[in-house]
């Protein structure tokens, strides 16, 4: 694995003290496939490639393994971790709990300011034609749609579970034309139902959303 590549699409290293840039590093590569599941990671590989010691590589791997990234075995290393399409429901499952409880309580606090904001990344949703940007613009759409909610403890687990649940989503819903072109349907209708103030149907419509695409993870996944 050529982990130099990795780090050249990561945020410049200054500012970031080493084990904070080799987890942002080694997150990236997880997230977006690079380093997929069942992949050993191996410490004095990384260390070499990125030029670090082992700590830095080994408290990384802690950090990574408490967000489900990475597992590690006693006295076999480090593996990425591999979800089954039951965990990978069971997450969609939580994800859409969590995302209906803060759309509700974000929706009376939206201000015409977030309405534009929701209304510019639809514009790019529309426009995208990039899997990543695509996929980032998926993403920014819900955080700005709860951000209201003001729950960090959400706002973490959200980002934990994304980070899981987008590495299997990539190959089919980001990728897919019709899949994209549903998913921002989807989103016009939520946002129509949080401008009219309505609670209730914005939260129906987020739940269905949300679960429609846990039918769009692969058949590969087992």
């Not at 971790?81 to 994800?95: A, F, K, P, Y």
Request: proline share 2%; charged share 25%.
């Amino acid at each position: 694995m050529d982990y130099k590549a990795l780090a050249a699409n990561v945020e410049n290293r200054e500012g970031f003290g080493t084990q904070e840039w080799v987890y942002r590093v080694l997150r990236a590569g997880i997230v977006n496939g690079a380093l997929p599941g069942g992949m050993q990671l191996k410490q004095d590989e990384i260390s070499a490639a990125l030029n670090v010691s082992h700590i830095p590589v080994r408290e990384a791997l802690r950090q990574l393994e408490a967000q489900h990234l990475v597992t590690i075995h006693a006295n076999r290393g480090a593996t990425v971790t591999e979800l089954s399409r039951e965990m990978l429901i069971n997450t969609m499952q939580v994800r859409a709990a969590i995302s209906v409880a803060m759309l509700a309580v974000a929706v009376p606090r939206m201000t015409e300011e977030d309405f534009a904001a929701l209304d510019a990344i639809l514009e790019g949703q529309r426009e995208a034609n990039d899997v990543i940007q695509t996929e980032n613009l998926n993403i920014r759409f819900h955080e700005v749609l709860t951000a209201k909610a003001n729950n960090p403890v959400a706002d973490m687990l959200m980002e934990i579970i994304h980070a899981n649940i987008d590495r299997y989503l990539r190959s089919g819903f980001y990728s897919d034309a019709a899949d994209r072109e549903n998913s921002v349907a989807e989103h016009e209708k939520i946002l129509a139902a949080c401008k009219a103030g309505n609670v209730d149907e914005a939260v129906k419509l987020l739940q269905a959303h949300i679960m429609d695409a846990a039918a769009l993870i692969p058949e590969t996944v087992q």
